[in-house]
């Protein structure tokens, strides 16, 4: 799967919203985007993916750049509960599905 | 939603003991299910591929001696650490697919906190 490339931390302030950028040059066509989180001593939590078009759910939207290069995710208004690490990760559904991690963004949300 | 629950949450054992870590999905099947290990303060890293009803595929520099995985059922698979060492203390993570899916999303368990004395 292709790599992609992400900001080691962010910051960010009780109830604003959030931008985290990912950056995967290297995707292909069939590469969906996915992202997950991981708050502290848990397992990884799914949040959102998506393949060409932008995304909407209840944790957060994806916004998929035109060129497919990039992606951001938004969380509309950060909560303290939203502090964790956030991974973007392309899957191609290949390989039996296997998602490959990264280091990931540490959100960190100031009260 | 899916739900996949691991047990258990935390083992403290000696050194030379064998630790059995169980994952299971709650209200779906699971034909495909992983494991993970994450180290403090790294990211996670694939152990293996565990496949209902077939042998697992482990990953590259993973002892499959050491690491036994067993899929015996659509909502159970089992991780056996033999002969645990201190070295082999970590946090190890489950996650399992809907089975017949395409490109949905792995549901993860809350991991074992492994601690070898």
């Known amino acids: 799967d292709a790599k992609t490339t992400q900001p080691n931390s962010m910051e960010s302030n009780e109830e604003e919203p959030v931008h985290l950028p990912c950056n995967h040059s290297?995707?292909?066509?069939?590469?969906?985007i996915h992202w997950y989180r991981q708050l502290p001593s848990q397992g990884p939590e799914y949040v959102i993916h998506?393949?060409?078009s932008n995304v909407n759910n209840r944790m957060a939207s994806l916004a998929i750049a035109e060129d497919r290069k990039s992606s951001t995710l938004i969380l509309h208004r950060a909560t303290l509960r939203d502090a964790a690490v956030y991974y973007c990760?392309?899957?191609?559904?290949?390989?039996?599905?296997?998602?490959?991690f990264g280091k990931g963004t540490l959100l960190t949300v100031n009260p | 939603g899916a739900v996949v629950s691991q047990h258990p949450s935390r083992v403290i054992c000696k050194s030379g003991t064998s630790v059995k870590i169980e994952c299971r999905s709650l209200?779906?099947?699971?034909?495909?299910m992983f494991w993970y290990r994450q180290f403090p303060k790294q990211s996670l890293m694939l152990m293996a591929t565990?496949?209902?009803?077939?042998?697992?595929?482990?990953e590259q520099g993973v002892e499959k001696d050491k690491f036994l995985i067993n899929h015996a059922s659509l909502t159970l698979s089992t991780l056996t650490v033999t002969s645990a060492h201190p070295e082999d203390s970590s946090f190890y993570i489950c996650?399992?697919?809907?089975?017949?899916?395409?490109?949905?999303?792995?549901?993860f368990g809350d991991g074992t906190r492994l601690s070898i004395l």
């Open positions: 996650s399992a697919r809907v089975s017949g899916s395409f490109n949905q999303p792995q549901h």
């Open positions: 290297t995707i292909s066509g069939t590469d969906y």
């Open positions: 998506g393949l060409t």
């Open positions: 990760i392309l899957n191609s559904g290949g390989s039996n599905y296997k998602l490959t």
């Open positions: 209200d779906f099947q699971a034909t495909t």
């Open positions: 565990s496949n209902e009803g077939s042998k697992a595929t482990y």
